[in-house]
């Protein structure tokens, strides 16, 4: 594992429950992934919510992880509140999906090539077929939709090969938290590119699934949109860390700075 000490110390970050999260906003993290593209080295941004942070505190390993290959953005509104509550008045919400939006927005302006890794073989497709349509201007130099099973070794040089080749400089991941995530971790320093783990927005962009309304984004709702639209997958999801994430973050702040 390599740890990107320029790219972890470019951000202000408090943490939360032990998860270093970084203040900032869309235009300032945007700007510096324009910089960093340019540059083609190994980078990791990660997008949090309740469901990342308390997988770290249920993992240390994967917290140590975290904290130390790239920088954790607040994605839901329940960290954001809890930047807030630690006294950084200026945070704003980093949505992974809104961000992979106004990313490849700003890559298509800037002449920056993307790439997309993760997904089914139809959502890929899909996905690919509307950035296209969005984005014509827009180079996608690879795409590529793994085997839902464990990669042999010689399976995963093929496919970081194939990745080097394309000379990428964005590289979206979707697979899921926590594996996209760890397969970021694993290939620091194998993949030259800037690795976005970028989750449901695959499904979002390809229209797979439906985002919550403007309104309840702004309220902070967009959890509740999603457990009405899969409470089968995310009830027990939330059931089982959302209390604890409460419970937990109250007794952060009462026991003050450690």
């Known amino acids: 594992m390599t740890v990107n000490v320029e790219l972890q110390n470019t951000f202000v970050t408090r943490p939360i429950l032990g998860v270093n999260v970084a203040?900032?906003?869309?235009?300032?993290?945007?700007?510096?992934?324009?910089?960093?593209?340019?540059?083609?080295?190994?980078?990791?941004?990660?997008?949090?919510?309740?469901?990342?942070?308390?997988?770290?505190?249920?993992?240390?390993d994967f917290l140590l992880q975290l904290n130390s290959v790239g920088t954790v953005f607040p994605d839901g509104?329940?960290?954001?509140?809890?930047?807030?509550?630690?006294?950084?008045?200026?945070?704003?919400?980093?949505?992974?999906?809104d961000f992979t939006v106004a990313m490849l927005t700003a890559a298509e302006e800037a002449g920056v090539s993307v790439g997309f890794y993760g997904g089914s073989e139809s959502t890929l497709a899909a996905l690919v077929s509307a950035v296209h349509r969005m984005h014509p201007a827009l180079k996608v130099a690879y795409?590529?939709?793994?085997?839902?099973?464990?990669?042999?070794?010689?399976?995963?040089?093929?496919i970081v090969d194939r990745i080097i080749a394309s000379?990428?400089?964005?590289?979206?991941?979707?697979?899921?938290?926590?594996k996209q995530e760890h397969w970021i971790v694993e290939?620091?320093?194998?993949?030259?590119?800037?690795?976005?783990?970028?989750?449901?927005?695959?499904?979002?962009?390809?229209?797979?699934?439906?985002?919550?309304?403007?309104?309840?984004?702004?309220?902070?709702?967009?959890?509740?949109?999603?457990?009405?639209?899969?409470?089968?997958?995310?009830a027990k999801r939330h059931l089982k860390h959302d209390p604890r994430f409460v419970f937990r973050f109250l007794w952060q702040l009462l026991a003050g700075p450690a």
């Open 187 to 234: 290939h620091m320093g194998k993949v030259p590119a800037l690795m976005f783990a970028v989750g449901a927005a695959f499904d979002f962009i390809a229209g797979n699934k439906r985002r919550a309304p403007r309104w309840m984004s702004r309220l902070g709702l967009e959890w509740l949109f999603r457990l009405a639209s899969e409470p089968r997958r995310l």
């Open 23 to 60: 203040v900032s906003n869309y235009d300032e993290v945007i700007q510096r992934c324009l910089v960093w593209a340019r540059q083609r080295r190994s980078r990791a941004l990660f997008f949090a919510a309740v469901h990342m942070i308390m997988e770290a505190v249920d993992h240390p």
């Open 167 to 178: 000379r990428v400089q964005l590289l979206f991941i979707g697979l899921g938290c926590p």
């Open 77 to 97: 509104m329940p960290l954001v509140s809890s930047l807030h509550a630690l006294g950084e008045s200026s945070a704003r919400q980093v949505c992974g999906p």
């Open 143 to 158: 795409f590529e939709s793994p085997p839902f099973r464990a990669l042999t070794a010689e399976e995963d040089i093929a």
